[in-house]
T-cell receptor, first 108, second 116 residues
Framework: DAKTTQPPSMDCAEGRAANLPCNHS???????VYWYRQIHSQGPQYIIHGLKNNETNEMASLIITEDRKSSTLILPHATLRDTAVYYCIVIGDYKLSFGAGTTVTVRA | DTGVSQDPRHKITKRGQNVTFRCDPI?????LYWYRQTLGQGPEFLTYFQNEAQLEKSRLLSDRFSAERPKGSFSTLEIQRTEQGDSAMYLC??????????????FGEGSWLTVV
């Protein structure tokens, strides 16, 4: 599976949009981009995934560049409960390989 | 609540004792995974089942670790002769086998193990 690169940390103001970048320059054609988050001491929570097209659900939006080498997770209106570690993962078949993720801190 | 249940949620054991964790995946999910997570690190893959068959084991899964999934439903992870280095959160996850739309994996809340 392709490797991903994320910034180690970022801050966001409550009520503002949070844009989390991820680079996956070695992604191959059949690999999906997945985003999970992990709030302290809990299991990872699925957020969203996509292959080529942009995706949106009740939690977030996923923007994937046309060349698929990078993507951005958008939390439209961040709340304090969105403070967590966010993982961007590229997966081809069945196994998730977690990196260090981005620690997002939402501040009031 | 994702529907993946793990038991017990917390376990404190003395070094050298055996412990067993149980995972009940989402109903009818045929793929089941075990991960381990230590403080400050992301989850690390341990093993993977498709139905009752254990298809992959990580090098992290030493001889003291054994996982089973009889009848392709719930799974157990046993650690024999526990060591302090085994202290971690053990995560179970499950997914359905759907081709062409990705493979969303859902995690349980984890079982915390402390070896004293």
């Amino acid at each position: 599976d392709a490797k991903t690169t994320q910034p180690p940390s970022m801050d966001c103001a409550e009520g503002r949009a949070a844009n989390l970048p991820c680079n996956h320059s070695t992604i191959s054609g059949n690999e999906y981009v997945y985003w999970y988050r992990q709030i302290h001491s809990q299991g990872p929570q699925y957020i969203i995934h996509g292959l080529k097209n942009n995706e949106t659900n009740e939690m977030a939006s996923l923007i994937i560049t046309e060349d698929r080498k990078s993507s951005t997770l958008i939390l439209p209106h961040a709340t304090l409960r969105d403070t967590a570690v966010y993982y961007c993962i590229v997966i081809g078949d069945y196994k998730l390989s977690f990196g260090a993720g981005t620690t997002v801190t939402v501040r009031a | 609540d994702t529907g993946v249940s793990q038991d017990p949620r917390h376990k404190i054991t003395k070094r050298g004792q055996n412990v067993t964790f149980r995972c009940d995946p989402i109903s009818e999910h045929n793929r089941l995974y075990w991960y381990r997570q230590t403080l400050g690190q992301g989850p690390e893959f341990l093993t993977y089942f498709q139905n009752e068959a254990q298809l992959e084991k990580s090098r992290l899964l030493s001889d003291r670790f054994s996982a089973e999934r009889p009848k392709g439903s719930f799974s157990t992870l046993e650690i024999q002769r526990t060591e302090q280095g085994d202290s971690a959160m053990y995560l179970c996850a499950s997914s359905d086998l759907i081709t062409g739309s990705g493979n969303t994996i859902y995690f349980g809340e984890g079982s915390w193990l402390t070896v004293v």
